[in-house]
């Protein structure tokens, strides 16, 4: 039997290259200029269009190399309104909004403001919902004994109430963060080393699926509809595994979608509406998780016969 021998290093490692350069004092111009500059150390350089697709790259492999170091294998993704805060916060906000109605009852932009300070605070109920349901995953396992992780889109509302029920329980949570002008920002209960930050979105709704186990949709706008059927595209046309997706609130949902149109005007299937479920609250969307991975139930295979016939 031949013993091998470690592999040593021919060249000089990035990081040691840096150490090295940390301790040289730049004096000549030469030195200063940003030609001069390690490539990938050149902001300047980095962010030029030309090198966009290195850019997709890094965005795609750095979260993923965290999470295979962190040996997370399993998550549920939490999706909904960044404006929906806690029952209390929401509350308040509606009172105050009230409270200058009265003195000016004829102001059209106040009773306008009322009355979406009045739906918010109806969704409110949503973001302790949230809350649970993100303690309750985090405390399960999945068929292989892998734990669940809460993964969410990092920013306030119904995402920071699934974050805080993980954080409730001691537990980790992902938040997948994206620069834009309002409303995002990480909130405080994403666990530090896995809070990250995107550009483009392409790659974060990627994060989202690949080690997704189920999709969980609460009332939210733009954002959340793209995500949903950025998910039922995936699946429908095989591109990804399938997965329960479960939409909270299906009074809201149904008032918003009118999927049965689309079946009568022949652009779904009527196996296409098997492809999402509908629950109101924490315990009803972990059933339907539990069902889909630990029972035959007649949902489960429904979709299973609507992924085979295509």
Known sequence: ???????????????????????????????????????????????????????????????????????????????????????????KRAQFIQAHLEKNPTDLELQKCAKIADKIAEKSVYYNEARKLGALISQKKDTEGNPYVVITGGGPGIMEGANRGA???????????IVLP??????????PELCFQFHYFAIRKMHFLIRSKALVVFPGGYGTLDELFEALTLIQTQKTKIMPIILVCKTYWR???????????????????????????????????????HSDTSRTKLKKKHLNKK
């Open 182 to 191: 309002m409303e995002q920002g990480p909130n405080h209960y994403i666990t």
């Open 255 to 293: 008032q918003l979608i009118d999927f049965d149109f689309m079946v009568e005007e022949g652009v779904i299937d009527a196996d296409d509406l098997n492809l999402f479920s509908y629950a109101e609250n924490a315990e009803q969307v972990w059933q339907i998780i539990q069902d889909f991975y």
């Open 167 to 177: 954080h409730d329980v001691g537990a980790k949570s992902i938040g997948l963060n």
């Open 1 to 91: 039997m031949v013993l091998k021998r470690p592999v040593k290093r021919i060249f000089r490692s990035a990081k040691q290259e840096l150490k090295q350069l940390e301790k040289q004092r730049r004096k000549s111009a030469q030195e200063c200029s940003s030609a001069y500059q390690l490539a990938y150390m050149d902001q300047a350089f980095l962010v030029r269009k030309e090198l966009r697709s290195v850019r997709l790259q890094l965005e795609l492999l750095k979260p993923e190399l965290t999470l295979h170091q962190e040996k997370i294998k399993s998550t549920i993704v939490i999706f909904g309104s960044a404006r929906t805060p806690e029952p209390e916060v929401a509350k």
